[in-house]
């Protein structure tokens, strides 16, 4: 298996991307192709002590950066040689097996879209990361690819969704439930209440696990497999328990450092404390899968480190393994939106 690296992307490249693709080749065995300015990017490896590439490793030299501020819907058209462009375009031939990039969430959805492809029959992609819950984590989707969503776009969501949870978290018949502000069909927005009786119909002809709507609380105490919302909603539900973690675990720490004895007790419970710390991190994570697209697509946080990075390329390594673009092609004919006037492409 290889993975195409985007050396240049993310606020530490081309550090970060070039040693967490370099640990991630040896420790989890992946072939790696690092895109990017070869002479920076040959410039990292020396400062590291890495004199010579290592074996199963290569460069795909690629002048330009997409930068934050570039606009990034145009971004990859306009940067035709860009790590982001030249990346995505060896990962449309067949060059890699996935690609990796911690740099614009938006130029990377939209190169995606329009280099690699959309799935044919899926609308939109949508960003999918797992969040911890007490369910042992949640696929969410979306998360932020789509902040405005018909229900349309919800109910490929909750297949998508259920295809991930399936073949990446190994959960037979997931449960798929719909974020909203309360658990009865006729709460929310225009479109939730839409949507619900979609995904209701779905669910009764045994084409999902749909098991209702699904309050943040009950979302996060592991109520479901499968947390199906607009990017919109999804964005702030995610910020919330990531904002929400990093707090709880500083106020802990601040407790166990009162006195002599916190401060012992810290040390009785810092394994867990440490178990804790390490749950809500993004760098355990590594990076979200952008579902739907045709061929694998990782995107890792802007703030990715090398150990964030290495994560990223194991997670792409597992989204290959898992089969779920097959999954959905072959199921795409009970997912099709036949809406008047909508172009699947």
Known sequence: MKIIVDAMGGDNAPQAPVMGAIQANQEYG????????????????????????????EIAHASEVVEMCDNPATAFREKKDSSLTVGLNLLKSGAGDAFVSAG????????????????RGIRRAALAPVVPTGGGGAVLIDC????????????QFAYMGSYYAEHVLGRPEPKVGLLNIGV??????????????????AGAAGRINFVGNVEAREAVEGAVDVIVCDGYSG?????????????LVKELKGVFMQNILTKLAAVLVSGGLKKMKKLMSSREVGG????????????????????AIKNAVRQAKQYVSSGIIESITENIDVMRLDAPGKSEE
Request: hydrophobic letters at 40%; charged letters at 20%.
């Open 104 to 119: 614009s969430t938006g130029a990377l959805l939209s190169g995606a879209t329009l280099v690699v492809k959309r799935i």
């Open 144 to 155: 932020g690819a789509n902040a405005e969503c018909p229900p349309e776009y919800l109910l």
């Open 235 to 247: 964005n702030i539900f995610l910020k919330t328990m990531e904002g929400t973690g990093l707090y």
């Open 30 to 57: 992946v072939g790696i192709t690092l895109v990017g300015r070869g002479e920076e990017i040959l410039k990292v490896l020396e400062e590291n002590g890495i004199k010579d590439l290592p074996a199963g490793v």
């Open 288 to 307: 979200t899968a952008l579902v739907g697209i045709s061929k694998p697509v990782i995107k890792a946080h802007g703030s990715s480190d090398a150990y």
């Open 184 to 201: 009865e069909p006729s709460k929310g927005t225009s479109l939730q209440t839409t949507v619900y009786p979609m995904l209701q119909e």
